[in-house]
């Protein structure tokens, strides 16, 4: 890495790539220059840290690449909104092939381009551990944000897609049961559904967030932000058959996976209740009165088929 | 820092702030919102790693703070733009403390503010080492961007302030000795002209970029971008007294500093000839003939005084 210095590291990683109409400047400059169409830009921020966030023995750069977009290209999404560029700063470890730094970056590229965006600029430092930030930036195309604080009495609640498989992906990994490869892919390398947040919000979304620390612990922010009580239904919950079957094969309860399991980076929302939902999407319960809007801690709450959930199962198990 | 949890991190660091008119969307969703009021935006991110860009013995979290925000906003006025708003993620070790952390916070947005803009949102994550990743976006206000490949002989080339302050205070501190505060203060946090960017971009700059690396290193960067030679003639560059002072008690060059210092993020820019320049920059060169633009690597060159500089004193000091 080090041989290579920034500025051949900014045209390796650069050379031969194609920008969408959208960059009016790409990188090498102090800065890139994208355009926000509507004069408005959506900005979020996530970093992985190695031994953290991942572990290079179990995800290659290339995995690790991907997922830092990912994740920040479904906070995009949960906004309503299209990603249109990201930046990337990254702390390389003296370990880091130029190989695996080329895979890294890659990944990154294909993820920017899978969310609609491209890789607009960076910066390379050295350091002890592999760190990965990247900011997204979106666009809204002239609809309004939708916020965590808008569920009302009466929505129904739906996911994108099925929680879970990430950590179940994660479970096989540590009991090393290598049987399930499109879990343990999973758990790499989270796949939002980076159209589901733009086209909730066409269908209406009330309010809406990506889940990333957990169904049950993401439902409870918006719960809280809203100052309304979420009643989930586990029978209305999506479970891919391979989750049941890797719960059966670990003894584990499938539901711990789908209610306390994050990093899938699907997105949960409320809709008025006769929305027609867009494609992909589910019920999974309904909002009811409860608790005081943006209250303070406690305010706001989720239940689990009709008792309030009260433990701690899953929020804290990874 | 964990017992407070990341929402109640949130909380705490936001707690009393305000924004200004160009936030729509401050902190705790998703993702931001911020205006782009001539439907573009400039982004840029740096990262700072702890014992490669800054010492906690050296450096408090307040100074460190303020550093990460001054050398992103930098890059954005390198580009005639002014900053609006910027995202931070963290990686904190175990033994920074809540006080620590404040103060850190604190200097994110006392700088934001000194930038014109304020800290919409971050991500804050355990790490074993202080990382501090910050992106800032930016308002070009109609104005096309500067870039590095504008230069044209004839042009003037010119600063926007001193270099090498923060070099003689990295000096300084190597060496011990204390007695040269605003030297040491230049260490730990430059202070950029912010206004000095789109100031230059009214009166006509036709290339421009942030002084990172050191003044000849980013004049290289800049040359080879044009294609073109920089003469720098130093009899004609600022240098403070204190600058003089200290490079006479402690045996060095001055023009180590001046040339080859780095992290001051002061402005360097080449004018049309007959340009009067902003308030606070100097000419210090003149823009030649000479190498191809955006060329191979060696297109383009710096001379000092008229002599080719192909060493490379000071480019790799720190």
Redesign the interface.
Known sequence: MDSLGE?GLIARVTAGRTYPDSV??GP????????????????????L?E???FRRDWSGPRDIGRKAIAQNGA??A??G?RST?F?????CPADLTVAEAEDLNAGLWDEASRAGGAV????V?????L?V?V????D?AGAS?I??DGARPGDVLAVSGPTGSSAAGYALFVAEVEDHPDLLAAHRVPQPDYDAGPAAARAGATA???VSDGLLADAA?LAV?SGVVLAVESARLPVPPALREAATELGADVLDWVLGGGEDHVLLATFPADTALPSGWTVVGSVMEGGEKNGA?GAGSVTVDGSEWTGVRGWTSF
Chains 1, 2 share one sequence.
Do not use: N, Y
């Not at 890139?32 to 921020?45: E, K, L, N, P, S």
């Not at 607009?120 to 910066?123: A, I, S």
């Open positions: 500025f009016l400047l090498g400059d102090d800065a890139a220059v994208v355009t926000a169409a509507d004069g408005r830009v959506v900005i979020t921020t996530d970093m840290v031994g953290r966030h906070d995009i949960a906004m909104a560029a930046v990337v700063a990254l702390s607009v600029g960076g910066d430092t050295a350091g002890d551990h760190v930030s900011t997204a930036v979106g809204l944000p916020r965590r809406m967030c990506d922010h932000a801690e």
